[in-house]
């Protein structure tokens, strides 16, 4: 079974260019999440989408990022303007948990960011 | 001057010892747990589960204890071995919601 995907797998780019990076859920969950890995800060939730729907954004760091799921198979997270500190590893992760039923979250193997 | 990081926790191991990697979780509400493995240049892989109605699951190598009284969750790995040296963490949810919340990790490092 194909696992969640995400794209690229590295990405380096200049301060100030806008960052596009992508995830596919695995098939038949219903929940995505966005979340970015530092040494600073360890694992940070974004964003998580139920039914593409964005339910809580509380962890998106600025208006900088923008999250958007349209379709239940594709997911975008967007930095514009990126700055160094944006650098890190970008995990997708989804599950099929529901507000009555908790069930585990499946992650992708993250996009390395680098911004120079 | 130089950001201070992260600094997890680390247990050594001998191959073939059992390893136990303790966790306290923070939110008496929380009522499903997971522990998630995570290799260098990967993402988290889940490992076990547990509900707050159980206090110990066990899975293939690995155990789950879950003491909801003191907040303590621990994951028991059986005769480790060195692919099992990764960065291990645990995870938190509280039924009704969405968000799960990640401890900060421990690093299991194997000595052949």
């Known amino acids: 079974d194909a696992g969640v995907i995400q794209s690229p797998r590295h990405e380096v780019t200049e301060m100030g260019q806008e960052v596009t990076l992508r995830c596919k859920p695995i098939?038949?969950?219903?929940?995505l999440f966005w979340y970015r890995q530092t040494m600073m800060r360890g694992l940070e939730l974004l964003i998580y989408?139920?039914?593409?729907?964005?339910?809580?954004d509380s962890g998106m760091p600025e208006d900088r990022f923008s999250a958007k799921m349209p379709n239940a198979s594709f997911s975008t997270l967007k930095i514009q303007p990126s700055e160094p500190r944006d650098s890190a590893v970008y995990f997708c992760?989804?599950?099929?948990?529901?507000?009555?039923?908790?069930?585990?979250?499946?992650f992708g193997d993250g996009t390395r960011l680098s911004i120079l | 001057g130089e950001s201070v990081g992260l600094h997890l926790p680390t247990l050594s191991v001998q191959e073939g010892d059992n390893s136990i990697i303790n966790c306290a979780y923070s939110?008496?509400?929380?009522?499903?747990f997971i522990w998630y493995k995570q290799e260098s240049g990967k993402g988290p892989q889940f490992i076990i589960d547990?509900?707050?109605?159980?206090d110990k699951r066990q899975g293939q190598r690995v155990t789950v204890l879950l003491n909801k009284t003191v907040k303590h969750l621990s994951l028991q790995i059986a005769a480790t071995q060195p692919g099992d040296s990764a960065v291990y963490f645990c995870?938190?949810?509280?039924?009704?919601?969405?968000?799960?919340?990640f401890g900060a990790g421990t690093r299991l490092f194997v000595k052949a």
């Open positions: 989408f139920n039914n593409n729907v964005p339910i809580d």
């Open positions: 939110n008496s509400a929380s009522d499903y």
């Open positions: 547990i509900r707050s109605n159980m």
């Open positions: 995870a938190e949810s509280n039924g009704g919601g969405f968000k799960t919340i």
């Open positions: 098939s038949g969950h219903n929940s």
């Open positions: 992760a989804s599950s099929s948990e529901g507000f009555s039923s908790n069930q585990p979250q499946h």
